[in-house]
Structures are given as structure tokens and as C-alpha cells.
């Protein structure tokens, strides 16, 4: 550094000889003009020394002088540019002479810097050295891991196929070797340990392997054929006298056969082995099972069924127990219905509750514990009880066959049927036999309607099994019932009133039988609709219409048969109404026949003592209609003698009337409203009488002034209205 320091320091006029600026600026010019002459060459566009390209660039570069502050201040000021020149090249050279003195007095702490340098150079040259060693081993270490991830690779996939190989041998090995728990288990231990059904689990698994690898020809598999099959004939000959033992339990008297039969479906599974590996066996089983069990049903319910026919009603109806035929039991009018009644034939009394879900699948009837009390019952009852057990065993059977036996479908039905088949066979020649020689339409009808909800259990719990027992049941009563119904329809169309004994206003009693059947009929089948049922319902409704009609017309005056029918509507309606619905088609027509009868009914009590009131307001408010009330003018003495006998003779008269209806109708109720509405149209024909009073034609009738007044004629009718 000190040696550049002193080549610098002696340099220095050499430096400033030749930074003349003139000298150096006239001496470029004089080369710049010689080169000129020199090359003469046509450059074209690319000429840049054009008088034009000159020109343009001095005009930029003085433009551009133009705007340095300096040149403006110098330009303002009027410096001398040679002196200012000067002046310039003075400070520099007296800043030349500073900055050698600055180099010279730092020199030392240049050469030690220098020497510091060198030194750095030197330790980075053995750093870059050992670098250089360390790449070099880098490069040997990188090959040699390339290496070992080949090897690495190469490994893993030998492992991978080694794994692959030994879990196939291993399972093949492990199917094929017989363990001595196995062979001492199957051998020595009792079926219902869990042990024994493990291991014949095992079993099952190397019988399957041990064919399976037979259709592959594996040789390993004759090695252990023999002890396999050994042993699959032990575990069937331990299996079929097991399930054998347990089948022959169910022969025992007074045996609940549900409780082998829960310990058999904890062994479903040895079944499921003699089906796979012992056809012959499982055959055997089944059929014995299916015998045996048909049976012991077949025992049961026959014995069931004969026990319960001991607890039934001995008075049943007969053929001539129907509702046109005449009644000859003695009883009052308000004494309550025997057994020994026709009428309770036709009512439903309790029966019905047999139809409510407590009582529906309620307890079996137990029949020695009936006699012992002397408990009798009807017929519903009995068919009740005897279904529901056919429908709980029913169900119980057919879930264990499918479970057990593992059959479904088509198979489930066959094998059920070879069970119970027999049993519902006797069911249905028995019940034949009974409904041959039934009249009793509400117990046919009752049974039909258990058979729907017994019907619609089984269908919820999804069991076929017995549904086409249900239709053939169904198919034995309805037309028992329609037959019924239609000895009954016919036993009133053929009626002679003549021999029904002495005429009277109250209800009939062949109307009050009606009445009965038809809302225990309809009650029943609100739940399940039958479009039968109302078409048998509404030929029987029209029948007692007619039967009605002609009863009405033996009696010689219209008001005693307008009584007789009012007391019979009245009546029909009122039962109707206890159990049928209010919208149903009996109640409507019912109602529309009494409202109709009642109002002919008003008119005629009302007729006797205000005839000619009304006959007078009627006549004028037609010709009112036609404007021809004027006609009317010259029946003074008749509008008086009207106006007079009211006024001296209503109250009387509408006692008498009240007094009269209500020793006429049977029902208070009823009779109360008929009285309150003949008040109610009387009021309305007096009313009409005032507006024709006031009609111009008889304002100047003197006899006006003796008209009651509208209001207190309510006020008084109001206290003669019977309250009850």
C-alpha cells in the first residue's frame, strides 16, 4: 500500500501536465478531423456525424447546460469562464495535495490492512481446502445411501413376499392341523357346555376348508380327512340325541313345551351343522319335530275347544228368533230385557267391550275354573279366547320354525302348515258345524271383527302364517251373517199387523228390536267399514220403514198414526244415537222422517182449536202474494168472530194441548219440544194474523183494537211451556 501510496504521490505532475485541458481538447479535435479524412465511407442511415445529427445533439446538450443551476447563476452574474476555469483547476489540484497527505498519513494502518488481508486470504485458502475434502466425502457418502436405499427397496419387497407366503401357509396350516382341545372337546364334553359349541364351531370351519381344498387336489388334505370325518360323526350322533331327547320332552303331560323349545334356539346353531355336513339326520329331526308338534296342537286345542263349548250360553237363538216374528214373553214397558227375551238377540248390551283392546288380547277363558264358578258366556267369548291362543301359539311356532329350521318364505308356510294344519283343519270343520245352526247375527258379527283385529296383529307382527286361516274363517261367517240378515228382512216384509196383537201409539217392539241391532251392527263397524254390511243395513232400515208405515195405517185417525210414528222415529233414533255416530246414514234418515212427521204432527194439534186462524191467514197471505187482498174486505164478521174466539179461548186451548202431547209421546223429551214447537208456530201464525190486520184493507175494522198484543202473548205462552 505505501508503494502505491509513493507510485501516486510521484505521479502527480505527470497527471496534471497531461490534464490540460486545452492542449488535450485541441489535440482530440486535430485526431477526430484526421480520422475524418481518412474514412470517407458512405454509411447512409447509419452515418451518425451528419451536420443534422451534430447540430441536433449541440442544441440538446446546450439546452440542457442552459438549465444546470450553475450555469444559470454564472450567466447572471457575468463570471469570466477562462478565470472561473482557473479557478477550478486550482482547488484541484489543492485537493490532489490534501488527499496524497490524507494516503500518506494512513499509510500504516493501510500496510497493516494489508497484511490482514493476506492473512484472511491464507486462512481462507485452508477453509476452502477442507471444504473442498468435505464435498468430496459428501459425494462418496450420497453414493453409498443410493446404495442402501436399492438394498432397502429390494429388501422390503422380499419381505412383502415372504409375509404374503407365510400367512397363506400359515392359515392353510392352521385349518389343516386338529388340535387335541378339539378331538377331547367333541369327544368327552356334554353338548350344552360352551365349550362343545365352540370347538364344533371349529369343526364346521375345517369340514368347509377340508372340502374346499379338496376340489383343489391338495395332498395335505388326505392327512387329515379321516380324523375330521371321525369327528364331524361324533358331534351328529351327540347333536341328534340332544335335540332328539329334547323333542320327546314335549310328549310329557302337562309340559310347557315353550321352555325346550327356548333351549333348542339356544342351540340353533346344531341344526345348522347336520344341515351342512348330515342331510339324513337333519331330515329326520325335522320330520320327527313336525310330527311330534302337531300333536301335541292338535291335542290341546281339541281338548281346549270342547272344554270351552261346557262354559257357553245354553239358551242360544233359533230360526224362529227374528225380529218380524211376534213377541210373547210377558214384560212392562220399563222392566228390563231377561235372557230369556227375544229382544236381547238384537241387543248389544256388553258384547261389545269384547272388542277393546284389554279385553281382545286380555287372558285365555280357563274353562274348569268357569264351571267352577258356574260362569256362562257367549258365544264371541268363547271364539275369542279360542283364537287368541291359536294366534299367540300360531305366531311363537312360526317365529321358531324360521329361526331354528332357518326357513323363509314359502318354506316357512309349508313347514307351518305340516305343523298346524291339522289343528286349523279341525278349527274350521267345528266352527262349520257351529255357525250351520246359529241365528245369532251379533255373535256372528263379533266374531267376524275379532278375526279383522286378530287379523291386523298378525300383519303388524309380520306373520303370514295364518293369514289364509283368517280368510277362510271370514269366508265361513259372512255368509252366515248375511244369511241372518236377510231371514230377519224378510221376517218383517211378511208381517201382518193384524196378528201383532192389540194397536198401540207407544214404540213397537219390533221397531225398539230394530233399533237395538242395527246400532249394535253400526257401532261395530265404525272401526272396520264394510260396504256389505251397509247394504244389508240399509234393505233392513227400509223394510222397518215400511213395516212402520203399514202399523201407522190400521190406526183410524191421521193424528193417532202421526203419534205412532213420531213415538217409533223417536225411538229408533234415540238408540241410533247412543252408539252410532251422529252423521251416519240411519241417524239422517231417522231424523229426516221425525222432523218431517213432527211438523205435520203441529199442524194437526194446532188444526182443532185455531183451524180457523190459520185456514184465514194462510187464504190471505196467498192473495196477498197475488194483490188481491181487497177480496177479503167484506169478511168483517169473520176476522171478528176469529179475532174474539182467540183472545176468550187460546190459554185453555193451549193447556188442554200441552196436556194432550205429553200423555201421547213416550218420551218427555220429545214431547217437550213438539209442545215448544207448536207454541213457536202458533206464535208465528198470530203474528202473521196481526200483519194482515194491518193491511190498509183492515185498518178501519174496529175489532183490531181487541187483538192480544204480540209480546204479551209470548210472555204468557212462556209459562205454559212444560219444564222437565
Not at 309340559?255 to 341344526?271: A, G
Not at 309380520?462 to 261367517?477: F, Q
Request: proline share 3%; aromatic share 10%; charged share 25%.
Amino acid at each position: 500500500m505505501a508503494e502505491e501510496a509513493a507510485v501516486a504521490v510521484g505521479a502527480g505532475p505527470d497527471v496534471n501536465t497531461a490534464a490540460n485541458p486545452t492542449e488535450t481538447a485541441m489535440a482530440y479535435l486535430q485526431d477526430e478531423k484526421t480520422d475524418g479524412d481518412i474514412a470517407n465511407i458512405n454509411l447512409g442511415e447509419l452515418d451518425l456525424t451528419t451536420d443534422e445529427f451534430i447540430l441536433d445533439e449541440v442544441d440538446i446538450h446546450i439546452q440542457a447546460n442552459l438549465e444546470d443551476d450553475l450555469v444559470k447563476e454564472a450567466l447572471k452574474t457575468g463570471v469570466d469562464l477562462r478565470q472561473y476555469s482557473k479557478q477550478v483547476e486550482a482547488e484541484l489540484q489543492r485537493i490532489e495535495q490534501a488527499s496524497i497527505k490524507d494516503y500518506i498519513k494512513e499509510s500504516q494502518n493501510i500496510a497493516l490492512l494489508h497484511n490482514q488481508i493476506t492473512a484472511c486470504d491464507s486462512i481462507l485458502e485452508r477453509m476452502e481446502g477442507m471444504l473442498s475434502g468435505f464435498q468430496s466425502d459428501l459425494s462418496s457418502i450420497s453414493s453409498e445411501i443410493q446404495t442402501l436405499q436399492q438394498q432397502s427397496v429390494s429388501m422390503n419387497v422380499r419381505l412383502k413376499n415372504r409375509q404374503a407366503v407365510r400367512s397363506n401357509l400359515s392359515q392353510l396350516v392352521d385349518e389343516l392341523v386338529v388340535p387335541g382341545v378339539m378331538i377331547s372337546t367333541i369327544l368327552e364334553s356334554p353338548v350344552t357346555d360352551q365349550e362343545f359349541l365352540e370347538q364344533l364351531h371349529e369343526l364346521n370351519n375345517k369340514i368347509n376348508f377340508a372340502k374346499e381344498l379338496s376340489f383343489r387336489e391338495t395332498l395335505a388334505c388326505s392327512d387329515i380327512q379321516d380324523i375330521v370325518d371321525r369327528l364331524k360323526l361324533k358331534a351328529v350322533s351327540k347333536i341328534r340325541e340332544f335335540i332328539l331327547q329334547k323333542i320327546y320332552s314335549f310328549r310329557k303331560p302337562m309340559t310347557n313345551y315353550q321352555i325346550p323349545q327356548n333351549t333348542l334356539l339356544k342351540y340353533r346353531f346344531f341344526y345348522q351343522f347336520l344341515l351342512a355336513n348330515e342331510r339324513t339326520v337333519a331330515k329326520e329331526i325335522r320330520d320327527e319335530y313336525v310330527d311330534t308338534m302337531s300333536k301335541i296342537y292338535f291335542s290341546y286345542f281339541k281338548s281346549y275347544s270342547s272344554r270351552l263349548l261346557k262354559v257357553q250360553y245354553e239358551e242360544v237363538a233359533d230360526k224362529d228368533d227374528l225380529m218380524g216374528v211376534e213377541d210373547t214373553a210377558k214384560k212392562g214397558f220399563f222392566s228390563k230385557p231377561s235372557l230369556k227375551s227375544r229382544n236381547t238377540i238384537f241387543t248389544l248390551g256388553q258384547r261389545g267391550t269384547i272388542l277393546s283392546p284389554a279385553e281382545l288380547e286380555g287372558p285365555i277363558l280357563v274353562p274348569h275354573t268357569a264351571q267352577r264358578g258356574d260362569s256362562r258366556y257367549p258365544y264371541e267369548t268363547l271364539f275369542r279366547s279360542q283364537h287368541y291362543a291359536l294366534l299367540d301359539n300360531g305366531c311363537r311356532e312360526y317365529l321358531f320354525l324360521s329361526d331354528f329350521f332357518m326357513v323363509a318364505g314359502n318354506s316357512a308356510l309349508d313347514l307351518f302348515n305340516s305343523i298346524m294344519g291339522k289343528t286349523l283343519s279341525m278349527f274350521l270343520k267345528s266352527m262349520s258345524t257351529y255357525v250351520s245352526d246359529c241365528y245369532d247375527s251379533i255373535a256372528i258379527f263379533l266374531c267376524i271383527h275379532i278375526i279383522f283385529r286378530f287379523r291386523a296383529i298378525t300383519t303388524k307382527r309380520n306373520i303370514p302364517a295364518l293369514d289364509k286361516y283368517w280368510e277362510a274363517v271370514l269366508e265361513l261367517l259372512w255368509p252366515r251373517f248375511e244369511l241372518i240378515l236377510e231371514m230377519n228382512i224378510h221376517s218383517i216384509r211378511n208381517t201382518d199387523p193384524h196378528k201383532l196383537g192389540v194397536l198401540d201409539t207407544r214404540p213397537h217392539y219390533i221397531t225398539r228390536r230394530y233399533a237395538e241391532f242395527s246400532s249394535a251392527i253400526v257401532s261395530i263397524n265404525q272401526t272396520f267399514p264394510n260396504e256389505k254390511t251397509h247394504a244389508l243395513l240399509g234393505q233392513l232400515q227400509v223394510e222397518v220403514e215400511n213395516f212402520v208405515l203399514k202399523m201407522a195405517a190400521e190406526f183410524p185417525s191421521r193424528r193417532d198414526q202421526l203419534i205412532f210414528l213420531i213415538n217409533n222415529y223417536d225411538m229408533m233414533l234415540g238408540v241410533l244415537m247412543e252408539r252410532a255416530a251422529d252423521d251416519s246414514k240411519e241417524v239422517e234418515g231417522f231424523q229426516q222422517l221425525l222432523l218431517a212427521r213432527t211438523q205435520e204432527f203441529i199442524e194437526e194439534i194446532l188444526s182443532p182449536p185455531f183451524g180457523g186462524m190459520i185456514a184465514f191467514v194462510k187464504e190471505a197471505e196467498a192473495l196477498m202474494e197475488k194483490g188481491q187482498l181487497d177480496r177479503l174486505k167484506n169478511e168483517e164478521a169473520r176476522i171478528t168472530q176469529l179475532v174474539r174466539g182467540f183472545s176468550s179461548t187460546w190459554k185453555q186451548s193451549v193447556e188442554l194441548m200441552s196436556q194432550d202431547v205429553m200423555r201421547s209421546f213416550t218420551n218427555f223429551k220429545n214431547g217437550t219440544s213438539i209442545i215448544q214447537g207448536a207454541l213457536t208456530q202458533l206464535i208465528q201464525y198470530y203474528h202473521g194474523f196481526h200483519k194482515i190486520l194491518n193491511q190498509p184493507a183492515f185498518r178501519s175494522l174496529a175489532v183490531r183494537s181487541e187483538l192480544i198484543n204480540l209480546h204479551h202473548l209470548m210472555v204468557e205462552v212462556k209459562k205454559h211451556k212444560p219444564n222437565f
